[in-house]
């Protein structure tokens, strides 16, 4: 399968600040998407990003992937409370997509400090 | 109520015993998968199927097996040569590269 690397592992915000996790693949996908984790629970999907350069949005939560489509980032703004969990980026785990799995990047913890 | 069931959510087993983990889907989805996750990991693909009676190695299989009998139903057997079992087993279902997961079995092997 493909690699996915992703950083930070951990990420320690004051609540309201803002929050960034990003994505990195050797090769171009095909397309990648967003999981979230809460403590305890299984991976929730978030968004999932197709096109070069495309920018998405979900309330205070902003996806981009790059122009080589190598790259994403998940940006969070005035973090709350809720938003503690676990992020993962995923990429098709064959190079072509369709419906093989995913390979999963580490995921960034985002812990909020009240 | 349509979902991803996934039983027991502990399950605790003996060295050297094979375990079935059960996956149920009622989605209508074509493909399922398995995936493991170790504390602090990310998920990685132990097995896929896209269609009954079809399955596919992910990354890890060794020490893992599973079967397709119908389209609702995905198990996972974990063997006595699975070097390291112990961790947390979740199923998912979906379709064009998109995956809706179960609630996960933790899996202790003693």
């Known amino acids: 399968g493909q690699q996915v690397m992703q950083i930070p592992q951990y990420q320690h915000v004051q609540e309201g600040e803002d929050f960034t996790t990003y994505c990195n693949s050797s090769t171009t996908l095909s397309n990648i998407q967003w999981y979230k984790q809460r403590p305890g629970g299984h991976p929730v999907f978030l968004i999932q990003l197709v096109k070069s350069g495309e920018v998405k949005k979900q309330k205070r939560l902003t996806f981009q992937f790059g122009e080589a489509k190598k790259n994403s980032s998940l940006h969070i703004t005035a973090t709350q409370t809720t938003d503690v969990g676990t992020y993962f980026c995923?990429?098709?785990?064959?190079?072509?997509?369709?419906?093989?799995?995913?390979?999963f990047g580490k995921g960034t913890h985002l812990i909020i400090q009240p | 109520d349509g979902g991803i069931t996934q039983s027991p959510k502990y399950l605790f087993r003996k060295e050297g015993q094979n375990v079935t983990l059960s996956c149920e889907q009622n989605?209508?989805?074509?493909?399922m998968y398995w995936y493991r996750q170790d504390p602090g990991q990310g998920l990685r693909l132990i097995y896929y199927?896209?269609?009954?009676?079809?399955?596919q190695k992910g990354d890890i299989a060794e020490g893992y097996s599973v079967s397709r009998e119908k389209k609702e139903s995905f198990p996972l057997t974990v063997t006595s040569a699975q070097k390291n079992p112990t961790a947390f087993y979740l199923c998912?279902?979906?379709?064009?590269?998109?995956?809706?997961f179960g609630p996960g079995t933790r899996l202790t092997v003693l």
């Open positions: 998912a279902s979906g379709w064009a590269d998109t995956q809706y």
């Open positions: 989605l209508n989805h074509d493909a």
């Open positions: 199927s896209q269609i009954v009676n079809d399955f």
């Open positions: 995923a990429g098709p785990f064959h190079s072509g997509g369709g419906a093989d799995g995913l390979t």
